[in-house]
């Protein structure tokens, strides 16, 4: 009887470590396990695996990760799975309160671009090499980055375009400030009408004579770092310009113009050049002989007065005479 006993208790024991050995081979429990069994079976049992040594995460919803046989009663740790976070919100907020008005602000550049090809090709032809006006232009929109195929669209397009016509309007804002605002349109009734309601609206109003208190110029704008302004002065004298005004770019860098008149716009640029002065843009101006001193809340209104009108898409610039008080 005791014999029979020891027999079925060994019997018991070998049906647990085959079904403990498969559950080892199957991934559910590791070779710590295995170890301990062959061992015949300690007391307690821990569960051990290289693989569960740190915390681990799941898609899985949380669930015990134990192995307790039928015949232990101790308690076992539990494993705790949960899915992993995810930033992708981060990346939309980028995109929507970033990128978002920077694609709005160049859209809007290229658009004007487009408009000044228009009046260039009016003026001299779709030829840049017989139309030095169109050929600085269209270096400013290639040092914007404004892709080759948008540049030649805007070109053919310039030559198909309907009649239109340019304007340029005179006006008051804030403060007293002259502005002189260039438009390209062929409704100049509609035009008239939109620029008189955005000044009425913001502070400005048309007013003829503001025109007199600029100079058409043309203009070589370089980059300005590292370089003093005595050696400014050298430069503009070296390239037969005849003043050279330090200013800053959209993106605050430091900037030179170098003002002369415009038939020499060319000489002055190539002579710069051999200097080896960085180029960023060549063109015709209007300068400012006079400038209006603005304190900071007039400063705010004229600033916003000239965005409005810069969204206008009728208007391809806007030229001031503002100086904000020190």
């Known amino acids: 009887m005791l014999h029979n006993q020891e027999v079925l208790g060994s019997q018991q024991g070998q049906q647990k470590l085959r079904a403990l050995s498969g559950l080892v081979k199957t991934g559910m429990a590791g070779a710590a396990v295995l170890r301990a069994l062959r061992a015949r079976l300690p007391p307690t049992l821990t569960v051990a695996s290289s693989r569960c040594s740190a915390p681990v995460e799941s898609v899985l ?131 008239h009408h939109e620029i008189k309601r955005l000044l009425n609206k913001n502070g400005g109003m048309l007013s003829d004579g503001a025109r007199h208190g600029f100079t058409r110029r043309g203009v070589v704008a370089a980059a300005g770092e590292n370089i003093s302004t005595e050696r400014a002065l050298e430069l503009a004298i070296e390239a037969g310009a005849a003043d050279v005004q330090e200013t800053e770019d959209e993106e605050e860098q430091p900037l030179l113009k170098f003002v002369c008149d415009t038939v020499d716009l060319h000489n002055v640029r190539i002579s710069l050049e051999k200097l080896g002065i960085q180029i960023t843009s060549a063109g015709v101006e209007f300068i400012p002989s006079t400038h209006s001193s603005l304190d900071q809340d007039q400063l705010s209104a004229a600033s916003s007065l000239i965005e409005v009108l810069n969204d206008c898409p009728d208007v391809v610039r806007v030229w001031d005479n503002i100086q904000a008080d020190s």
């Open 61 to 191: 919803p949380s669930a015990p990760c134990v192995l307790s046989p039928p015949w232990i009663t101790s308690s076992v740790r539990t494993l705790q799975l949960c899915s992993a976070l995810c930033a992708g919100h981060n990346k939309w907020s980028k995109v929507k309160h970033i990128k978002g008005p920077k694609d709005e602000a160049r859209g809007k550049m290229f658009n004007k671009f487009g408009m000044m090809i228009r009046i260039a090709v009016k003026e001299g032809g779709p030829n840049p090499d017989l139309n030095m006006n169109l050929a600085h232009i269209l270096e400013q929109c290639r040092n914007k980055n404004m892709p080759k195929a948008s540049i030649e669209a805007a070109i053919k397009s310039a030559e198909k375009a309907k009649p239109a016509t340019q304007h340029m309007f005179e006006a008051r804002g804030p403060g007293g400030c002259l502005l002189l605002i260039e438009v390209l349109t062929d409704n100049n009734n509609r035009s």
